[in-house]
Structures are given as structure tokens and as C-alpha cells.
């Protein structure tokens, strides 16, 4: 965890005092609404279908147990008692007045919590992999430089009125779980020849309307640069992103339109003027960052307990412990995954009692820690293998344990027509109908295939990198869902591929059975995953299977 | 409207010159880019200060062989959203040297003066009263900044070495 020191805490407060005075003045009206809009977002607060929805961050995915329980507070006192978790690391609430906002913001300020930049054009919350720190293989802590883009980024001076949203993502690992390539800069820490640690930095990544995949424009930037050259993209994005139409003014665009060698150009020649500055981090800056996160006092535990050895017995265990824990780079330790995606529940949500519960149960067996993670599940970053049963029973009884992580069923649905005011059409009752169709059996058997769901073309969903992307959009007043197959978010991004016409709201879930069917049929091997089947066969088979019939 | 200049309401000492008004014999007077850069050598020869009006699409290195010769450079915000000249009024201090008049124009707003402090401004055309009279109380907002810009004020960083250097010189 990384603790915050005074100075943190006193900029945090200071922030919910500049808030405080800005809905005041509003509510006075002497701010007009046009003027208040752009300030509200810029601390997270957008104006939805039936009320203000507030979004808080959660810096590259990690919390302690007291901060959750601040969480479920604000659930509880200013909300309707559940919050969503989203797909870059914030929490909604999706009620929330406008009133009492600044109260609920000074309660999260004493746990070190804000919602500084979670919407807005600037730079939004930077986001890293939800296993930063413990997964097996890492260059270093990716969350180290998180902490120092974040600092950076909050309330920049220059860059808190870009073209349009900014969003950075950072990963160490060989497996990319931070989606780094559909980010505005994706950071892909490694070393260099001399054992150097630095990024590959990669930009104009996005989804929505006109998505990218990001591409590379510099294979190797030293740590101590890494603010020096991300400060001279977002200078050069700064002033020649486009401000003449919103579905244009993301760098993706400016990248695309320039070509990558140009815009590569254009930033390295800022750099070169920015010469060795103030933003160079020297050895004592970043460690003492490194110095302000502490680990836990991990045992010396064996590899493998015979707690574990004992429920091994128990199918349903075995079932969860296959789909929802994940190798730790400390032996006797584990990653536990906590499905935030039970059958006929909309994906990402938890209630203020699980919130305390998942609390508790991170301060008994993951040394005070959650992490959240882009397909809006929770972890557990730091769980001794013996304690894997108890934990199980633990989680089963709060409803937290149902073994479909990376399964068919754990699909990534933004709020859609159901909130927010965007949307075209709704994407949580998809994902709850999807949820019932596939049984657990089914589901193992299907292995590895995620779904993601859009209300719009915004893309909240990400359904363009899902396995399965579906998007609503709308026909004449009606809703209709584009489906398509072999998009992927990890380190071998790509974009899925429509596979035909639009199909009616009753059909989607039909259509996804009939996919899934033809891809059990068409695989040539129970570890052919679906998106491997997809890129060796294409979209035909199953285009005919799905319209064959329709 | 109000002008607020190193924290305190001021009269302006500026003219403002309209787009092919007659220049005045005589004091200070802001123009166009376009008119500064047609003649800038008459302009030096007139009596009283020249400034400039730059505007945000413009890149400010046409500026800089003038940026002597200025008594104040305007840069534009057409409306508060739009930040182009934030890099503009950093490159001006921090990579050209300019100690001149730095001034914010457009819609000025009391929510963006921390940034427009930091990113080297020093006058700005304020659009409301109520706005202008609460920019010293607006600037109290903020005590901790976590980047190093031009304006010298210490980053959050810079103060945690410092301390970490005066504990360990305890020792």
C-alpha cells in the first residue's frame, strides 16, 4: 500500500474545499450551469438519466480494508447502499445529490480517497494492473511509477483543459491485464540492455467511435524521463488535437491524422527542447516514492498446505479455486479473485454489506488490502494458500464466490440505458439474461471467453477488445445489438469483427448461445480458446451459423 | 471589466485597438498579431508600449525574435475550456525567458486562476466582479502543487527531500 503523507492529505482537502465553494456558488446561481459543468466533471460528477452520478477513484486499483469501508459508507449515507465498479479502476454511485456531494467527498478525504479527474478533458485516473505488486514475473511494482504519474497529472496546470479526455495505463507483466493498448499512452515497463528499468511507450490508443489500437513511438524511455516525455505528448496533443468536433479531438485522431513517424516527430522534438528539466527523476525521487509503499511480512509457508490438499475433495471448491485464484510470486500465497458477476446480477456491482464484508475479510487474510480490476471484478492480493477454504465458504455466503472469473458469464457491461444518459440501449439486462443461459458447467466446459457489453458507441463496455463484443444501438426507437467476434485487451490487443446485421434486443442472448455453440463444434481442441478459434478460422462459420436460421 | 494584476484590481493602462483603428501618437496600446507582425520595426519607433494579442493556434516561437521589444504579450482563451494557452504562457516563461506582462484574455474565469498563476500568467481580464474581487482569496485555495512549473513554487516532492535531507543531517 502506499500511504499518503501530509501533503497529500492537505492538497486532497483542499480539493473538497474548491468543491465545496464551486456547488455553493452554483446552488446560489451565480455560477450558470454551463460554467459548472466543466467543474463538476472535472471532480467526477456527471449529470445522468435520473440523477448525478459520482465517480471516485481508486489510483491503479489498490485499497485498504478502511478505505472499502468508506466505500460502503458513502453507499450507504449518500446512496442507495451499492456502488459499480467500473473498467478503470473507479466506483460509481448513481445517486447521489448534489447537495451533499461535498460532505460525501470530505468523508472519503479522510481515507485518502477523491474523484479528482475521474471525467472531464484531462488527464483521468492513472490505472495499472490489479495484480501489481504480487504477480509472478514482474520488471518492478508498475504501481511505483502509478503513484509518480499520478501526482504528476493531479491538477496539472497545463494539461487540465486538453482537446478532449486523457487516459494513461501502466503494466509490468509479459500479460497485459491493464489493457494498456487501448489507452491514450499505454506504459509497458522493462529494462533495457544495461538492465536500465524504463517504458515502452505506446499512444493513441482507444476505443469508441473511431477505435484504435495504440502503436508505439518510443521503444525504450529511462524511468527517470518517463514525466519529460509524457509531458511532451501532452504538449504536442495540447496544442494541435483538434477542438473543432468532440468525436475528433482524442490524440488517437491527432496520431492518426499526422501518422505515427510525424507525431513521433513532432514529440521528440519537444523533448529535446525540454532538454534534462525539472520533471527529470533522480534516484533519490522515485525511491522515495518506492519508500512510502510497504508490503506485507509475508510467512515462510509451504507450497502447498494440506488445508488445500483436504478440499481438494470438494468439487465446488476445486471449481472456484481453478477459475478465481491466481499464482503469487511469494510461495504459499495466492491471488484470489472475487466475482463481482453472480447469475442475474449487473456485472461490477456490490452492495454496502459486501463492501464491509470484503473489508473484513481482506484484514483476516490479505493483510488489509482489495485491488479492483478493469473487468470490474475485486481481489485479494496477499491470501495464504491454507486459508483458501475458509475464505471460499466465506465469500460463498456473501454471494462473492461464483467460479466464473475470465468465464463466459463474467462479462463487462457499462450502465447503459438503464443510468446513463448517453446510452442507446440497455447492457446490464443482457448481461443478466447471458448470465442464466450458460450454467457453471456449461461455462467451464466453454473455458476462457469474455463478453462485453456497450449501451452505445461510446464503449464503456469495451466491447470492441471483447471475445465477444456486443453494442446497442438504436433503430427507428428500438433497440438493436451489433455483435462481433475476436476482439482482445491484452498485450495482442486487436479490434473484434462484425459478423453481421444488427439483431433485436430478444435475440441477443440466442445469437451469443448459437456463437458459443458453433465454437464448441469448430474448436479442434478443449484449449483451442474461442478467440483463437476465431483468428484461425475467421468470422464466416460463425456468421453462417448465427443468420443461417434468422 | 475588472483587470486584476499581481493579485489586486488595477486600472488598465492598455488601449485596446480595434482591427484597423488608428493607432494613438501616444501610450500603451495592445494589438493584433497580425498588425504587430506587419510593421513591427514602426511600432518600436512609436511613443508608448506595445503589447500584443497572440492568439491560441498560433505557435509562439513567430513571437519570440519580438519578445524584447514587448511590453506585454495577451493569450487568448475564447472560452475557459479551451487550454491551448496554458502551453503557450509556459513556453513563453519557462523556455523563452520572457519577463514581461503575461495576461489572460477571453473568458477569465476565478476557477482556472491557480492554473493561470502557475503556467506564468500575471494580468488577467477578469469577466465577472465578483470573480476579480476574489482572486487574492482564490489563490489560498491551493498549498500543495505536485508539478514544477516556471512560477517557482516548490512541488510536494521538492519538500519531501528537503525534509528527508534535514532528518537525516539530524542524525
Known amino acids: ?550 | 471589466m475588472p483587470l486584476v494584476k499581481n493579485a489586486t484590481i488595477v486600472a488598465d493602462p492598455f488601449v485596446h485597438v480595434a482591427e484597423g483603428a488608428e493607432l494613438p501618437g501616444d501610450g500603451a496600446i495592445l494589438i493584433s498579431a497580425e498588425r504587430f507582425l506587419a510593421d513591427p520595426e514602426a511600432l518600436s519607433r512609436r511613443a508608448g508600449k506595445t503589447g500584443v494579442i497572440w492568439p491560441n493556434n498560433r505557435p509562439v516561437d513567430d513571437l519570440v525574435p519580438y519578445l524584447d521589444r514587448l511590453a506585454a504579450v495577451a493569450l487568448v482563451f475564447p472560452t475557459f475550456r479551451d487550454g491551448r494557452a496554458y502551453s503557450q504562457a509556459r513556453l513563453l516563461r519557462e523556455r523563452h525567458g520572457y519577463d514581461g506582462e503575461l495576461r489572460a484574455t477571453g473568458q477569465i474565469l476565478r476557477d482556472q486562476f491557480v492554473f493561470m498563476t502557475r503556467a506564468g500568467f500575471d494580468t488577467f481580464e477578469v469577466k465577472k466582479d465578483a470573480d476579480a474581487h476574489a482572486f487574492a482569496e482564490t489563490m489560498k485555495r491551493y498549498s500543495v502543487f505536485y508539478q514544477p512549473t516556471g512560477d517557482g513554487r516548490l512541488t510536494a516532492l521538492h519538500r519531501r527531500m528537503q525534509q528527508r535531507h534535514s532528518e537525516s543531517a539530524g542524525q
Open chain 1, 1 to 550: 500500500m502506499y500511504a499518503y503523507d501530509e501533503l497529500d492529505r492537505t492538497l486532497i482537502n483542499e480539493r473538497v474545499s474548491e468543491f465545496r465553494d464551486q456547488v455553493k456558488r452554483r446552488l446560489s446561481g451565480e455560477l450558470t450551469e454551463d460554467e459548472f459543468k466543466i467543474l463538476r466533471l472535472q471532480n467526477g460528477v456527471y449529470l445522468q438519466l435520473h440523477a448525478y452520478m459520482f465517480r471516485v477513484a481508486i489510483p491503479y486499483g489498490t485499497l485498504s480494508s478502511k478505505q472499502l469501508r468508506r466505500l460502503a459508507h458513502v453507499a450507504r449515507r449518500y446512496d442507495r447502499g451499492y456502488g459499480h465498479f467500473t473498467t478503470r479502476q473507479n466506483i460509481q454511485y448513481n445517486w447521489i445529490k448534489l447537495a451533499e456531494l461535498p460532505d460525501a467527498l470530505a468523508e472519503l478525504a479522510e481515507v485518502g480517497i477523491h474523484a479528482m479527474q475521474t471525467s472531464g478533458n484531462n488527464m483521468r485516473n492513472v490505472t495499472s494492473d490489479q495484480w501489481a505488486g504480487v504477480a509472478p514475473g514482474e520488471v518492478e511494482d508498475p504501481r511505483i511509477w502509478s503513484e509518480i504519474l499520478r501526482q504528476h497529472t493531479t491538477l496539472h496546470p497545463e494539461f487540465s483543459f486538453l482537446p478532449r479526455k486523457f487516459k494513461i495505463a501502466i503494466t509490468a507483466s509479459e500479460h497485459d491485464r491493464a489493457a494498456i493498448k487501448i489507452h491514450d499512452i499505454g506504459l509497458r515497463l522493462h529494462k533495457n540492455a544495461d538492465g536500465e528499468v524504463g517504458f515502452e511507450v505506446l499512444v493513441g490508443g482507444g476505443l469508441g467511435r473511431t477505435p484504435f489500437i495504440a502503436k508505439t513511438i518510443k521503444p525504450f524511455v529511462h524511468g527517470r524521463d518517463i514525466l519529460s516525455y509524457v509531458e511532451a505528448i501532452l504538449r504536442v496533443y495540447n496544442q494541435y488535437g483538434r477542438r473543432d468536433n468532440i468525436y475528433k479531438a482524442r490524440i488517437k485522431i491527432l496520431v492518426h491524422e499526422l501518422g505515427i513517424e510525424k507525431f513521433a516527430k513532432e514529440v521528440d522534438e519537444e523533448w529535446k527542447q525540454m532538454g534534462d528539466s525539472s520533471l527529470t527523476l533522480d534516484r533519490s525521487a522515485i525511491e522515495e516514492v518506492r519508500s512510502r509503499f510497504s508490503y506485507p511480512a509475508y510467512e515462510k509457508l509451504p507450497h502447498m498446505p494440506d488445508e488445500l490438499k483436504q478440499a481438494a475433495a470438494d468439487p465446488l471448491f476445486e471449481r472456484w479455486r481453478k477459475n478465481s485464484v491466481a499464482p503469487h510470486k511469494v510461495q504459499g500465497y495466492s491471488i484470489v479473485t472475487l466475482s463481482l458477476k453472480p447469475v442475474g446480477g449487473p456485472p461490477g456491482d456490490a452492495t454496502a454489506d459486501q463492501m464491509d464484508a470484503v473489508a473484513d475479510l481482506a484484514d483476516r487474510y490479505s493483510f488489509g488490502e482489495i485491488r479492483v480490476g478493469h473487468e470490474q471484478n475485486l481481489a485479494l492480493p496477499h491470501v495464504a494458500k491454507r486459508d483458501l477454504p475458509q475464505l471460499w465458504k466465506a465469500l460463498d455466503r456473501l454471494g462473492l464466490a461464483t467460479p466464473n472469473v475470465n468465464l463466459v458469464t463474467d462479462i463487462i457491461a457499462c450502465p447503459g440505458l438503464d443510468y446513463c444518459s448517453l446510452a442507446n440501449a440497455r447492457s446490464i439486462p443482457i448481461a443478466q439474461e447471458l448470465t442464466k443461459r450458460f450454467n457453471h458447467d456449461t461455462a467451464e466446459l466453454i473455458g476462457r471467453l469474455h463478453i462485453n457489453i456497450s449501451g452505445c458507441i461510446n464503449a464503456c463496455g469495451h466491447h470492441h477488445v471483447g471475445h465477444i463484443g456486443i453494442l446497442g444501438v438504436e433503430k427507428n426507437g428500438e433497440e438493436f445489438y451489433q455483435i462481433t467476434i475476436g476482439g482482445r485487451a491484452d498485450e495482442n490487443a486487436q479490434m473484434g469483427v462484425l459478423i453481421g446485421p444488427a439483431v433485436r434486443y430478444a435475440e441477443v442472448a440466442d445469437v451469443i448461445e448459437d456463437i458459443v455453440e458453433a465454437y464448441l463444434a469448430l474448436r479442434d481442441r478443449p484449449e483451442e480458446l474461442f478467440v483463437d478459434t476465431v483468428k484461425r478460422l475467421g468470422v464466416e462459420p460463425f456468421k453462417e451459423r448465427v443468420y443461417a436460421t434468422r
